[in-house]
């Protein structure tokens, strides 16, 4: 098995299919020569030619708008934006637009359009550079939503991403870019909706997304010495959700443990909770207990930003709150 | 229905270059205004050399480079009436010390520090923009509530050359022209968006052409001449003053620095026109043009330096005695009267 990091996963999977596919190409700001802001497209510019890795005006409304519009015309575009951040420049195409296309011209038009973009705090790039917006795009009916945490699964879901017929939102954490990973050796497809299963335990379930799988495998590690055993599934692709799969786990270990990096008010952990008590009520020994950033903008002080986004002892401390131990 | 002529092409000088061009002069400015402009800029130029020199050695984060740039901040900010406001792009993140902010503060803001929030109202300063373009239509709302108030202040926005492909810059400028807003719409062309030049940017030949769109004056002016900039500017604050509205104003520069500290700019850019444009840097342009005029003197330019590098390691010295922030403040701040329910998630 080959190790790549998170970054050259994501490139790979870019690479691989503009290789096999002439309608797959990218847009974004400054991803040509200098291969993003964050170095994912780096070489592709040299193999693909200035028109299908395309360097665009700072215009992330007009980045997602002719992405879709390119979709429209048989194209499979990808396009990046910059910082996730920057998605709220977008939101009337994605919302409004590629959202509601198929829908509103009776199923008959798709829109295969892939939106990379990425962010996340734990490098303070402060208040407006740092933020985890997920939830936001959970709230709409027409587009499907992936946050990949692992190089093989940053690979395969973006595979998925190009390849499905709707318009994908794919998150990637930026601090999780220098994580090296083993790849299956063929590039395949990893099925939207389901989740992976990192680690299997028998008394508490964590969900955990994003930098905090990492956070919360660390946390199980911890857990363990204290003779709670804990599994941690990561559902990868937040829309649709495996349902499933985070059902199934809460019905055996009994106690649930939501973590994100966004604020918990309002968050997606707040929807898996939901639907943990619908469907695993009778199983349920604890309250399910959220973990996320506080209820503030992310401060750009080191110190201030590492106070308010959670970090491994926090979801140890939830693990250990459901276990009746804090 | 206004009436508007096309855009200048030329780009508008003063400063001649010793030789075959002969200097100007901007009519009202005598010689200690002269030296105003010429020490606002040294000190901009010092606060960039050493944030760069303190980036090296860990003392200040990630930050953005202003080499070359200075003519155009001092030149518009020298310009403004002590009543106006400034908005800025982290392009102009130290124009403050040309209204008084110390060195201290303008570095915590790049240290990260909560002591680098300085009050906007009290320098009439708003605070430093990142997301491109987005502070163009708050400064012309700004200009607008100030003329609702009856006030005469005027406000003064900063962005880039890539600035102008976001649709905030387009919305503001159309606000601004449609209102009537006393607002100056300044842009750095220095043609370079990161990586990206301004050829990839527009298929304009000048961004000064957009103004006619808005139907509103569009300038041309060399950005390495703080001289052309102050008049430009002094210009369009009177037309705004008097109610005719906003001015665009095309100040040409070339960027010679990496965007910001983390940047590499090797893989994009022509070292060779970098080289050329250093050495006609605006500085050493002001400079020589003070000493051909008389005004300035070894002693004075000595005295500018030594006294903006003075500040410079006393602030430094200051934002690094100042105690680690208090995490607590995230709650104190984001909200006025903050919601006790809301803290801690
Ligand atoms: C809305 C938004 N999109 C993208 C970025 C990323 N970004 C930061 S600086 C920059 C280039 C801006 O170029 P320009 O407007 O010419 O200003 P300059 O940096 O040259 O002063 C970009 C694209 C951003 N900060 N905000
Ligand atoms: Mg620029």
Redesign the interface.
């Known amino acids: 098995m080959p190790a790549l990091t998170y970054r050259e996963a994501i490139r790979d999977a870019m690479s691989e299919a503009m290789r096999r596919d002439d309608d797959v190409f990218v847009m974004g ?2 991803i ?4 993003g ?1 964050m170095g994912v497209t780096q070489g592709m510019l040299d193999e693909f030619g200035p028109d299908r890795v395309r ?1 665009t ?5 007009a980045i997602v708008g002719a992405g879709i519009g390119a979709a429209v015309s048989g194209m499979r575009p990808i396009v990046e934006v910059m910082y996730q ?2 998605m709220t ?1 977008a939101m009337e195409q994605l919302v409004q637009q590629a959202a509601k296309h198929r829908f509103m011209s009776g199923g008959q038009i798709k829109v295969p359009l892939t939106i990379r973009t990425q962010g996340g705090a734990g490098w ?1 790039p ?1 208040a ?2 740092a933020q985890q917006l997920e939830a936001w795009f959970l709230h709409v009916p027409g587009i499907k939503v992936v946050f990949a945490s692992t190089p093989a699964d940053a690979r395969g879901l973006l595979w998925s991403s190009i390849y499905d017929d709707n318009p994908v939102v794919f998150f990637e954490h930026r601090t999780l870019y220098n994580l090296k990973g083993d790849v299956p050796a063929e590039i395949d497809g990893i099925e939207l909706g389901r989740a992976r299963v990192h680690r299997e335990g028998e008394d508490v379930t964590i969900v955990a997304t994003g930098r905090l799988v990492h956070e919360a495998l660390k946390a199980a590690e911890e857990a363990e010495q204290d003779g709670i055993s804990v599994e941690v599934v990561d559902p990868r692709t937040l829309l649709p959700l495996d349902e499933e799969t985070i059902v199934a786990s809460v019905r055996k270990t009994s106690r649930c443990v939501v973590a994100h990096e966004a ?3 309002m968050g997606f952990g707040a929807e898996v909770a939901a639907i943990v008590q619908h469907q695993a009520f009778d199983y349920l020994d604890a309250p399910v207990e ?1 973990v ?6 992310i ?6 930003e ?3 986004i959670p970090h491994a002892e926090d979801v140890l401390a939830a693990v250990r709150r459901t276990m009746g131990k804090d | 229905m206004a009436q508007v002529l096309p855009a200048e092409h030329d780009v508008r000088r003063i400063i001649g270059d010793g030789d075959g061009v002969a200097d100007g002069e901007v009519e009202g400015l005598d010689d200690a205004a002269l030296l105003d402009l010429y020490r606002a800029m040294v000190l901009l130029r010092t606060y960039d050399e050493r944030s760069v020199v303190y980036h090296s050695q860990g003392r200040v984060g990630t930050y953005a480079i202003f080499w070359g740039h200075e003519a155009i901040q001092a030149g518009s900010a020298l310009a403004l009436a002590d009543e106006d406001w400034i908005f800025p792009s982290y392009r102009e993140s130290a124009i403050g010390l040309l209204r008084g902010m110390t060195p201290e503060t303008v570095l915590s803001w790049w240290r990260g520090h909560p002591a680098g929030w300085w009050n906007p109202r009290e320098f009439r300063i708003a605070s430093i923009t990142v997301p491109i373009a987005t502070h163009v239509p708050h400064a012309v709302g700004y200009a607008w509530g100030a003329r609702l108030k009856g006030e005469s202040a005027c406000a003064l926005v900063y962005f880039g050359d890539g600035a102008t492909s976001e649709g905030a810059f387009h919305e503001g400028a159309n606000f601004a022209a449609v209102m009537r807003a006393p607002v100056v719409l300044l842009c750095n062309n220095n043609q370079w968006a990161i990586s990206t030049p301004l050829s990839a940017q527009t298929r304009a030949e000048f961004l000064a052409d957009k103004a006619a769109g808005y139907g509103m004056p569009g300038v041309r002016v060399d950005g390495g001449d703080v001289l052309a900039v102050y008049q430009a500017t002094s210009e369009a604050l009177a037309r705004a003053r008097a109610g005719h509205g906003p001015t665009f104003v095309e100040a040409l520069t070339y960027r010679c620095a990496p965007h910001v500290t983390a940047d590499d700019p090797t893989a994009y850019w022509d070292a060779q026109r970098v080289e050329r444009e250093r050495e006609n840097e605006c500085l050493g342009r002001y400079d020589r043009y003070l000493r051909r005029l008389g005004v300035l003197s070894d002693e004075l330019a000595e005295d500018a330096r030594d006294d903006a590098l003075e500040r410079m390691k006393s602030g430094i010295a200051a934002a690094e005695a100042l105690p680690p922030p208090d995490p607590e403040v995230v709650f104190a701040s984001a909200y006025v009267d903050p919601p006790p329910t809301l803290r801690e998630g």
């Open positions: 700001e400054d040509a020569e200098m291969g802001s360097n005006p700072i215009s992330e409304m951040d920057f420049l303070s402060g407006q550079h604020v918990v008010r959220r996320g950033a506080k209820f503030a903008p401060p750009f002080a080191p110190v201030m590492e106070y308010v």
